[in-house]
């Protein structure tokens, strides 16, 4: 159990399906020129944490917000020990929404998240599997119910269970071989990983946060880009991230999914496993939407390569972190990549 709690079992896997030329450091992210009005942010476990606080910290940035297997916004308020303890399992009982919300309150008195007017328009996806092991499918629920309160219609949030599912992000292997690759669906590892429940879950979610974007009838598979992160500083981010760009978004106007892996489910533990496999590509395809897809790397602080959703990448002098805020250091450099992708910024641009 403390294992499970502590999250700190293999810390140096190897990244899988490197070339021989892994030294040369790739490209800079690409200015695409993607829609400022077409950008949604999803994750999975610590990934569904930070996607939540991205999309509270700006949500005038962000049309859609999906998340899998991770509890309410500012669950764990800067305490490592509230995370694993009330914000994974509940062992300290469940988070009150009532604290997160004066919480939420005082940060917007001082402009550190969005106007509830933004945030109200959102959509959103929820999504956990019943038999989860790692976070307690309990706080999914309370996500959910924090978000009916900011959003202006219950017709804008969808809440999805899987009965069989554990820890993990579901997809619809479409090959044995690629099945094989899998983690089962039930997954009672200690860590968040791609299920094979023969679901497409990334389809569903992208439906329902753009219900009105017709597929195209004719397309042909896009181009998966490794590219430098070192633009983008911030405690905790890999050397290199992912982005899918499909062929009709090389011009411009597509738009754009920003998603985030759970703890050991980066690069140095799963390869590009998770940018190949998630389903969010095929989707893309389909509707013009180019993928994001950052790297966060494990550290002393962080040993699961985890985004930051307790505090673990600010200052050690902050007794209160400001990780899920504007001010977050990985939340900025997120930012920033999305600034890249809508041509907003020119630095380090080939």
């Known amino acids: 159990m403390l294992t499970r709690l502590l999250l700190a079992a293999g810390l140096a896997v190897p990244l899988a399906g490197v070339a021989d030329d892994a030294e040369v450091p790739p490209d800079s992210l690409p200015a695409l020129g993607v829609a400022a009005d ?23 940035r962000f049309h ?34 009532a604290a997160l919300e004066t919480r939420r309150a005082d940060y917007q008195s001082r402009g550190q998240v969005g106007k509830d007017a933004n945030l109200g328009r959102l959509r959103a996806f929820v999504w956990h599997g019943e038999q989860d092991g790692v976070i307690d499918p309990v706080l999914g629920d309370l996500l959910g119910e924090q978000l009916a309160a900011w959003l202006d219609d219950e017709q804008q949030l969808k809440m999805a269970r899987d009965e069989t599912a554990g820890h993990g992000w579901p997809v619809a292997a479409d090959s044995a071989d690629q099945a094989s690759a899998l983690a089962p669906c039930r997954n009672e590892g200690e860590e968040a990983n791609l299920l094979a429940c023969g679901e497409d879950v990334a389809g569903a979610m992208m439906d329902w946060l753009y219900p009105e974007r017709a597929a195209r009838s004719e ?37 754009a999914t920003l998603a985030l892996h759970g703890c050991r489910m980066g690069a140095e533990a799963l390869g590009d ?78």
């Open 64 to 97: 859609g917000l999906g998340v899998l297997a991770a509890g309410p916004w500012g669950c764990a308020r800067g305490k490592l020990s509230r995370a694993l303890n009330q914000c994974m399992m509940t062992r300290r009982g469940e988070p009150s929404l």
């Open 219 to 255: 397309f042909s598979a896009g181009e998966l880009r490794q590219f430098d992160q070192s633009d983008f500083d911030a405690r905790g981010l890999a050397d290199s991230g992912y982005v899918y760009v499909p062929d009709a978004c090389t011009g411009g106007g597509c738009g």
């Open 38 to 60: 077409r950008t949604s942010v999803v994750g999975v476990s610590s990934g569904g944490y930070m996607a939540t606080q991205l999309a509270v910290a700006w949500p005038e």
């Open 273 to 350: 496993a998770f940018a190949r496999k998630s389903g969010l590509n095929a989707w893309a395809d389909a509707h013009d939407e180019v993928v994001l897809y950052p790297q966060a790397e494990s550290t002393l602080a962080n040993p699961q390569g985890c985004w930051d959703w307790w505090g673990f990448a600010e200052s050690s002098w902050q007794l209160h972190p400001l990780h899920d805020t504007r001010d977050g250091t990985q939340a900025g450099a997120l930012l920033e990549m999305l600034d890249r992708l809508q041509g907003t910024s020119d630095a380090g641009q080939p």
